[in-house]
């Protein structure tokens, strides 16, 4: 039985010695540093939300968007926050089970701490993380540009694992590429006394930065740097109009604006503009004319009586020449109120055929209202 034993312990530590260790030997050393910044950053900050979301900074930790408490981000979410265009899991293929240097990931812990386990459960945990099941219910993401490790699964090992000073944990591990930092460019623009920062993907896609203070000395040592404002973008001014309508894109977490569509929409409405004060033809009865019907109406009767007339006289003696002039005058005017012989705007057409209603609503708000 204890050589049974012996060579059952001498396969499982024959496995953990098969898994390797996620190597991170040719990232540079300032990237290094920066990542565990960002590690240890998330594991003060939910350090901070075990007392309550009130103790934390903003948006972080605790709330989410629909208002309800749940616990602290998620390492995507936490990431997605500090990093513009943190992108979305594909379906990329695992890259295998690897020792994951535990200062590097980044954590979820909420839902139990090392406090809450009692000696038993703890060195059943223990046993579990050492033995060649540790990684089964792990789903780790690896991000080398930025040397971090994001745990979707098997999140809130990772807080137990840096207070018990356990420096690696076994997992699953997932490449997840983020953004060279020579596509990117930072923007600082102002409106009004409203001061933003604005990063731009591809020189296509823009997210506003929410944590600036944070985001952008990450974003310098990554190597993302300051541009001015391009002629060839969308004003400042129209942006800031657009950044209420950010639409989601299937490549990045947060949503963004694509500033090739709103360039487009621009271009539409300006063509749309131009369109509107070329001149077209018009007939003074489309018109917005005082009286223009009683007197079109008038007319009409006049061209019928004196054609009756005419008609009857067979325009001879005096009766049958009035008759005649009358049916020419009358027909020479309802010809020149029918015919379409003015040339307006698209625009002045529009608002004579449809005419803006706001002074209609204003007389009926003030009529209507009780003195």
């Known amino acids: 039985m204890e050589s049974e034993q012996k060579s059952d312990d001498q396969k499982d530590s024959g496995s953990e010695k098969q898994i390797p260790e996620l190597v991170m030997k040719s990232i540079p050393h300032e990237i290094l540093a920066l990542g565990l910044r960002l590690t240890d950053t998330k594991y003060q900050i939910d350090l901070l939300g075990k007392a309550g979301w009130g103790n934390l900074t903003a948006n972080l930790h605790g709330l989410e968007t629909s208002g ?17 265009f943190a992108p979305l899991p594909g379906n990329s293929e695992s890259m295998g089970f690897f020792q994951v240097p535990t200062e590097r990931v980044i954590g979820r812990s909420w839902r139990w701490w090392p406090e809450h386990l009692n000696h038993n459960s703890e060195a059943k945990l223990r046993e579990h993380l050492a033995g060649p099941h540790a990684a089964d219910t792990t789903s780790y993401y690896f991000i080398p540009e930025l040397a971090v490790v994001l745990a979707a699964e098997g999140q809130n090992r990772v807080s137990y694992c840096r207070e018990r000073h356990i420096p690696f944990i076994t997992a699953r591990v997932t490449m997840l590429n983020y953004p060279p930092a020579d596509r990117m460019r930072i923007y600082h623009v102002s409106r009004g006394s409203v001061r933003q920062s604005w990063v731009v993907l591809h020189d296509r896609y823009l997210q506003p930065l929410q944590w600036p203070r944070i985001t952008l000395p990450a974003l310098a040592i990554y190597g993302v740097h300051n541009h001015h404002w391009p002629a060839h973008f969308p004003s400042v001014m129209q942006i800031f109009e657009e950044l209420y309508h950010p639409q989601q894109q299937e490549n990045f977490v947060l949503p ?17 503009a131009r369109q509107a004060i070329l001149p077209v033809s018009m007939a003074l009865t489309d018109m917005q004319v005082a009286n223009i019907w009683p007197i079109s109406l008038t007319t009409l009767f006049i061209f019928m009586v004196s054609l009756l007339m005419a008609g009857m006289t067979l325009g ?6 009035i008759s005649l002039v009358a049916a020419g005058a009358s027909a020479s005017i ?25 002074e209609e609503e204003a007389v009926e708000s003030t009529t209507g209202a009780p003195d």
Request: charged share 30%; proline share 9%; with cysteine.
């Open 334 to 358: 309802l010809l020149f109120l029918m015919t379409p012989i003015l040339m307006v705007s698209k625009r002045l057409r529009r608002e004579a055929i449809d005419p803006p209603q706001f």
């Open 316 to 321: 001879n003696g005096l009766p049958g020449k």
């Open 68 to 84: 309800e408490w749940d616990g602290p981000d998620d390492a995507l979410t936490f990431f997605s926050k500090i990093f513009p």
């Open 256 to 272: 963004c604006l694509d500033l090739n569509a709103i360039g487009e929409k621009i271009a539409k409405k300006e063509a749309e």
